[in-house]
C-alpha cells in the first residue's frame, strides 16, 4: 500500500521543478529535503544556459537543446503559479579560444562587441546564449511549489529506500513514507548511503565570487574562457553587478571559500578587463556540482528496479538541463516515450574508468 504516487528526494532545481511538472500532470508529491530547499549547488549557480559551450561533452547536446526549447514555457508557468517573472538578463556570449575558430570575429567586431577587452592573444566568437539569475530561479520556483499542493518536508533527509512490491519504502530522519515511484534528485549527495550506492555521482567544488561592476564597464554579454567567465546581472535589484567563477575542485564535501582562490579567479578575469581591477568584491561563495564519470547526467530508472529513479548528475548545466530534465522523466514516468533518446544518460550506461577534467 501507498499513501502517495511520487516520494522526491531533494529539493535543489531538480527535484522541485520535477515536482511541479508531476503535480501538472495530476500526481501526487511529496519532496523529502535534508536541509532547506534551494540553498545548495541551486543558488550557487551562474546562470548560464551555456548549450554551447565547448568544455561540454557533445552528447549533452540534444538535452540542452531540448532544454532551450522548453524555457520560455517553463518560466511562463513559473510566472503563473508564483507571480514571478524571471527575466534572462544576457543573449551573447564571447567565447575565448586557443586556436582561431572558422567563425572567428574580427578586430573590428570585438572592439565593437566589448570595446574594454584585452584579447591576450585569444580568438573569439560570439554565441546566441543567454543568462539569468539562478537565485531569482530559485525563488519563483519555490513560490510555485507552495502555491500548489506539493508537500514540500525541509529537514528531512532520506536514509534509504526499499521497493515493496509495487511500492517503494523511504525511511527519513523524520519517520517512513510509501510511494509508488521514488526519485533521487540529491544531486551531489546522489550516490551517498544506500540511496544509490552504485551510482557514479561526486562532488566537484566551485568557488566564485560577486562584485559591483565600475561605470565605464556597462556589460551586457557574458565573457567565458577556459576555467573562467564573467557573467553580469543587466535587470533588476542586482543589475550591476557580475559574477565572476569558477574553480573546478575535488574537495569532497567541504565548501569553504578560499582568499587565495578569490584572489586567482580576480586576476584572470582582470587579464582580460583590466578595468574590472577596480571593481569592489561583494561576497564569495562555493557549491558542489554533482558531476558523472562522462560529465552526463543520469535519467532514468535505477537498474533492476521498476519504481526507483534517479534525475542527478547535472554537473555544470544544471541550471540549463532543469526544464527538459523535468520533461522527460514526467514522460518516463508516465510510460511515455520521452521527446529525445535517453540512452547517453541511462543510469546503467558504460562509463569511462577515468573521470573527464572538465
Ligand atoms: C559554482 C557553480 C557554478 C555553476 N554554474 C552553472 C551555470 O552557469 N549554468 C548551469 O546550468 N549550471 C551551473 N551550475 C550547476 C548547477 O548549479 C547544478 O547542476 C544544479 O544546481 C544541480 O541541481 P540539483 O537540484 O541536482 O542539486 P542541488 O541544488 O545541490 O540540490 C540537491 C538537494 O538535495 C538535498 N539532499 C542531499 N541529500 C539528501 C538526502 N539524503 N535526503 C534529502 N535531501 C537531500 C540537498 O540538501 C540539496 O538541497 C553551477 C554549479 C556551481 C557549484
Known amino acids: 500500500m501507498h499513501d502517495l504516487d511520487i516520494c522526491i528526494a531533494g529539493g535543489g532545481v531538480i527535484g522541485l521543478s520535477l515536482a511541479l511538472e508531476l503535480h501538472r500532470r495530476g500526481l501526487s508529491v511529496t519532496v523529502l529535503e535534508q536541509g532547506q ?17 565547448p568544455d561540454n561533452p557533445a552528447a549533452l547536446r540534444k538535452l540542452s537543446d531540448l532544454s532551450l526549447s522548453l524555457y520560455p514555457a517553463f518560466l511562463d508557468r513559473l510566472d503563473e503559479l508564483s507571480g514571478i517573472r524571471v527575466p534572462f538578463h544576457t543573449s551573447a556570449t564571447l567565447q575565448a579560444h586557443l586556436a582561431p575558430p ?9 572592439a565593437d562587441a ?40 525541509t529537514g528531512t533527509r532520506v536514509l534509504s529506500v526499499q521497493s515493496v512490491g509495487d511500492s517503494v ?23 551517498q548511503s544506500s540511496l ?16 559591483a561592476l565600475p561605470p565605464s564597464l556597462p556589460l551586457h554579454l557574458v565573457l567565458r574562457t577556459h576555467g573562467m567567465y564573467i557573467v553580469p546581472r ?36 582582470n587579464a582580460f578587463l583590466p578595468v574590472l581591477s577596480e571593481a569592489r568584491q561583494l561576497e564569495a561563495w562555493a557549491g558542489l556540482r554533482p558531476s558523472s564519470p562522462d560529465g552526463l547526467p543520469f535519467l532514468g530508472a535505477m537498474p533492476e ?40 544518460y541511462s543510469p546503467s550506461r558504460p562509463l569511462p574508468s577515468s573521470p573527464i577534467a572538465q
Request: glycine letters at 6%; hydrophobic letters at 45%; aromatic letters at 4%.
Open 169 to 191: 519504502e523511504v525511511q527519513t530522519s523524520t519517520g517512513a513514507f510509501h510511494a509508488a515511484r521514488f526519485i533521487n534528485c540529491t544531486g551531489a549527495w546522489a550516490s
Open 196 to 211: 544509490a550506492p552504485g551510482l557514479a555521482i561526486a562532488p566537484r567544488k566551485g568557488q566564485m565570487l560577486a562584485v
Open 114 to 153: 566589448l570595446p574594454q577587452l584585452t584579447s591576450n592573444n585569444r580568438h573569439f566568437t560570439l554565441i546566441d546564449e543567454r543568462s539569468l539569475d539562478p537565485r531569482h530561479l530559485a525563488e519563483a520556483v519555490l513560490t510555485a511549489v507552495r502555491a500548489t499542493s506539493i508537500d514540500l518536508r
Open 102 to 110: 572558422s567563425n572567428e570575429l574580427s578586430t573590428e567586431a570585438l
Open 305 to 344: 528496479s521498476r519504481n526507483q529513479f534517479v534525475a542527478a548528475g547535472h554537473y555544470r548545466n544544471g541550471i540549463l538541463l532543469t526544464p527538459a530534465t523535468a520533461h522527460v522523466m514526467a514522460q518516463l514516468l508516465a510510460g511515455e516515450s520521452p521527446s529525445i533518446d535517453l540512452a547517453d
Open 234 to 269: 543587466t535587470t533588476g535589484p542586482h543589475a550591476g553587478r557580475a559574477i565572476i567563477g569558477a574553480t573546478i575542485e575535488d574537495a569532497g564535501f567541504d565548501k569553504t571559500v578560499h582568499s587565495k582562490d578569490i584572489a586567482h579567479l580576480r586576476s584572470l578575469a
Open 37 to 53: 530547499p534551494l540553498s545548495e549547488a541551486s543558488t550557487a549557480a551562474a546562470g548560464m544556459l551555456a548549450a554551447s559551450d
